[in-house]
């Protein structure tokens, strides 16, 4: 097959007709079956790269591919051939692992969809011209030199260079950004440095005809379009890690190196001061390998994400990897697109413009009328202003465009700026239909790039009415004034002044013809108008984004716009939104491709806006922010932000109006296509990973004073025995059933608990913080010396000054150890506010799960086949009062470590 190089490096937008048909051995006569049976053959079938989707036992295995996961196998193995006879503990842990996989496995492979979405765009028909007669076809038979016809409403099946076309407009907005529908001409001569937004003789794969029609010659198919390109960027690039993997992997490994240390010394002292057998001792090894691992963390883990996946998706943010759902949390920059994410997409008419000199603003968002015409903020309607009637009627008269509603909704077609012309009339009182019925159609110019202006003819009371739009000057050449060339300048210097703020100008005018309109003939071009005023239009920003962006600002984040639009038109939306006022504070894609790395760092660290970026260029500049330091979300609806959205630590995709390719390259899918929604995910974000840390201070805290409690038994020899095995304050099943089902219950539910106050007014944590930051170190260090220590004590006490048994201070002891941790849950909700501040019905599935933990032991201590697994028993009164008491002692000593935390904090 043939190289995509032959079809990707020629300058088909700079090539004349002549080199073009050469190059591609074609003809406008189009080519025969037998030569587009031989081309397809050479270049393949019009189809984009794409990976296959992951299978069910890669998605099961993932779920296995950590350090933690490895030294819980590891475990159960040492602990099935160091005691083949009592398989409890390996059972144990294997059952853990198996419901952590199916969790995370269950979810992940819901979220999980091909990258073949791309393929999607192409699922088209497509005509073309074959032996000579026009015949529709799959879109994927399309090969290079074939010559298509395009008209109003198809998608362009394959890159193409266009021969001919009339009044032709494309939206190329999934590709380039640009929120305008694009004027194209086949004469246009560009060179070799021209962006694809500028290519006015080029019609790209994926693109949709607005207006008018047009044939071309195909150029490049599947890989070799510009779309095809995008789905290899996307598939070449691995993705950022989203930051909770990164802290978890840091986390894992340091936990993993102080199991074996922590084994390992404590093992050769039994062996060399203490006496006891390597055999012993690598039993003990096992015990102390149960009680330091969190065996419980991967399933919190992913029941805590799952939880925040949920809340998210309430909040219209659907997560497709739930790693990433703690992601938007932890960004301290967000990327964002403008057409479509921090604007509508949809063209408004917010600025009237009069001859007379008067203003008006226009509200509302976007096509659907809501909103008013206002003049010093007052409400303007239909019937009290006789000229902005005139230009409002002009406006919807001279259109295309249909936009009406249809069982409740409103429904719309046509050329953005021609609905955005309809949607004022409409929040004027004006609607097309009606005013048809007066003002009957009888002829039209369509709009042309050459001419520049549109014109309709109708009938009037007084003749044929003509009702003209277009560009400025060019309308106002066609108006009378009293002195023409004073006053022209005078009404362009005001179109210059709308232009400066982004709008994109039209002027419209009037006029008469007293002698009947032949419809059979071409109408003559209009002359001698009435000049009715101007309307300026810009792609508004979406409802709430103002907030949204201050919000994240507020939060500590960092946003800035990456877009394909024009610099004016994006120093227009960053001036609404406070990122720049200047022009210079904007840089383009041009100034981007001479950059070093070094430089594209420099300029992301001190610049937020970036206009006419191509798809490549938003790449790099992802890659220069997270070189730089930062943890990078990234927000997009086209095709054009499918890479950065791969790249990105996060990718956050528009579900409504984006694209699939931008669905498939993020981790996080807004619903609602609100950049609002965002801070939504960045709260919950924080919520979950505040949540995780919580779990994580449970376990680790619990299992480092298991830890403790059996270093002590071997350091210090204490409690006096003479059989070395049953020096074991807990038995490894008693200490699994401590992580996994007592602990394992509640750290489950703590993982329900509600966000704590101010969550979106703290700044991001560092992105090199690790998951234990000095905090979570001094807090968990006080939590498990004094459980360890009163434990310890406890055991002694029971067996050399009471007299009991091993096997009854056992019960006693994990009795003990189960009160500590339902007491030390309530610590665990909140870093910083003491418990006695929280109260447990804020929380309720963390109450019922502490109630349910201790009434699952309390059972247990009950059933026969429970007492003989676990080797526990009822207690008395008397003792269970006396542990109750001794548990109190961790509620005491965290309160005192929070208060002291606050009291160093303000010194």
């Known amino acids: 097959m043939k190289t995509l190089t032959d079809q990707t490096k020629a300058l088909w937008h700079v090539m004349s007709n002549l080199d073009l048909l050469a190059r591609l051995s074609a003809s406008e006569n189009g080519l025969t079956n037998a030569e587009a049976k031989a081309r397809l053959e050479i270049y393949g079938r019009n189809q984009l790269p794409q990976k296959p989707p992951a299978a069910w036992w890669e998605i099961v295995l993932r779920q296995f591919m950590s350090p933690l996961i490895y030294i819980l196998i590891i475990a159960a193995i040492v602990s099935a051939f160091a005691h083949p006879e009592d398989l409890t503990d390996a059972i144990f842990i294997a059952a853990v692992l198996i419901v952590n996989a199916a969790i995370g496995g269950y979810q992940e492979g819901k979220a999980e969809q091909s990258s073949r979405a791309l393929q999607k765009l192409l699922q088209i028909r497509a005509s073309v011209l074959r032996d000579g007669e026009i015949c529709e076809i799959d879109a994927e038979e399309v090969v290079p030199g074939d010559i298509v016809w395009l008209e109003s409403g198809n998608r362009v099946p394959a890159d193409m260079r266009l021969l001919m076309t009339h009044g032709l407009e494309v939206d190329e907005s999934l590709l380039t950004g640009e929120s305008l529908s694009v004027q194209k001409d086949p004469s246009w001569k560009g060179d070799t440095l021209a962006q694809m937004a500028d290519r006015q003789n080029m019609a790209y794969a994926g693109s949709i005809i607005v207006h008018g029609r047009a044939k071309g010659i195909i150029v490049g198919t599947g890989a070799a379009t510009a779309v095809g390109q995008l789905a290899l960027d996307v598939m070449s690039v691995t993705g950022g890690k989203p930051p909770l993997l990164v802290r978890m992997e840091k986390f894992t490994h340091v936990v993993a190196l102080a199991v074996l240390m922590a084994a390992a010394a404590i093992a050769i002292t039994g062996v060399l001061f203490r006496g006891y057998a390597i055999s012993d001792m690598f039993l003990f090894g096992v015990a102390l390998a149960v009680s330091a691992i969190p065996e419980g963390l991967p399933v919190a883990l992913t029941v805590a994400l799952a939880i925040a996946t949920t809340r998210m998706a309430r909040r219209g943010v659907i997560v497709r990897r739930l790693a990433a759902v703690e992601g938007l949390g ?20 917010r600025a009237i413009g009069l001859p007379d000199g008067q203003n008006f603003e226009v509200t509302g968002e976007g096509f659907v009328p809501n909103g008013q015409v206002l003049q010093n903020d007052l409400p303007i309607t239909s019937g009290t202003h006789k000229t902005l009637d005139d230009l409002a009627r002009a406006a919807v008269l001279c259109n ?80 009378v004034f009293k002195d023409q060339e004073v006053r022209t300048r005078e009404l362009l210097d005001i179109t210059e002044s709308m232009a400066e703020r982004g709008y994109r100008i039209l002027a419209l005018a009037e006029g008469s013809t007293p002698e009947a309109l032949d419809v059979s003939q071409a109408p003559p071009e209009p002359a001698e108008l009435n000049f009715l005023g101007f309307v300026g239009m810009i792609d508004p920003l979406r409802a709430g984004v103002r907030e949204a962006v201050a919000a994240c600002h507020a939060a500590g984040i960092t946003v800035c716009m990456i877009t394909g639009d024009h610099p004016v038109t994006a120093l227009s939306i960053a001036r609404d939104l406070g990122f720049a006022d200047r022009p210079e504070q904007v840089i383009t894609g041009r100034e981007l491709e001479g950059m070093s790395p070094a430089q594209l760092i420099k300029a992301v660290q001190g610049v937020k806006v970036f206009a006419r970026a191509t798809p490549r260029q938003k790449l790099e500049l992802v890659k220069a922010a997270q070189q730089s330091g930062h943890y990078v979300a990234v927000t997009g609806d086209g095709i054009n932000d499918a890479p950065a959205l791969r790249q990105a630590n996060i990718g956050v995709a528009m579900g409504k109006a984006g694209t699939d390719v931008g669905r498939e390259a993020a981790e996080l899918v807004i619903t609602d296509d609100n950049f609002a929604t965002i801070i939504a995910g960045v709260e919950e974000g924080r919520i979950a990973y505040d949540n995780i840390r919580k779990v994580i201070y449970l376990l680790v805290s619990t299992g480092a004073a298991e830890v403790l409690l059996l270093g002590l038994t071997i350091l210090t020899g204490w409690p006096d025995t003479s059989a070395s095995l049953t020096v074991l304050p807990l038995l490894p099943v008693q200490l699994l059933w401590l992580n996994l089902v007592t602990n394992g219950i509640q750290d489950v539910a703590l993982a329900f608990e509600p966000g704590e106050t101010g969550v979106l007014q703290r700044k991001p944590r560092p992105p090199q913080e690790r998951v234990f930051n000095r905090l979570m170190v001094e807090r968990t260090l006080v939590a498990s010396v004094v459980m360890a220590l009163v434990g310890f004590s406890t055991f002694c006490y029971m067996i050399e000054v009471g007299g009991w048994s091993e096997a009854k201070a056992r019960n006693s002891l994990l009795l003990l150890m189960v009160m500590f941790e339902i007491i030390h849950i309530g610590n ?80």
């Open 400 to 479: 295309e465009g249909n936009l009406h509603q249809l069982n409740g909704s409103w429904i719309w077609r046509g050329d953005p700026t021609d609905l955005a012309l309809l949607s004022l009339g409409h929040k004027l009182g004006l609607v097309r239909e009606v005013i048809l019925s007066q003002y009957n159609q009888l002829n039209e110019i369509p709009f042309e790039p050459e001419h520049q202006y549109a014109a309709t003819f109708h009938s009037g009371k007084n003749g044929t009415c003509v009702f003209v739009k277009g560009a400025p000057e060019r309308v106002l050449a066609m108006c």
């Open 828 to 907: 665990c909700r909140s870093e910083t506010t003491s418990a006695v501040r929280l109260s447990p019905f804020t929380s309720p599935i963390l109450l019922g799960g502490s109630i349910l933990a201790f009434l699952v032991h309390m059972a247990a201590m009950q059933l026969p086949f429970m007492q003989r697994i676990l080797r526990v028993e009822p207690v008395d009164l008397v003792t269970f009062v006396s542990l109750l008491a001794l548990s109190l002692t961790i509620f005491v000593a965290i309160e005192i470590h929070k208060w002291w935390w606050k009291v160093r904090r303000i010194r």
């Open 330 to 349: 932890s960004c301290t920059l967000i990327g964002s697109d403008k057409t479509g994410t921090l604007t509508c997409n949809e063209l408004t008419v």
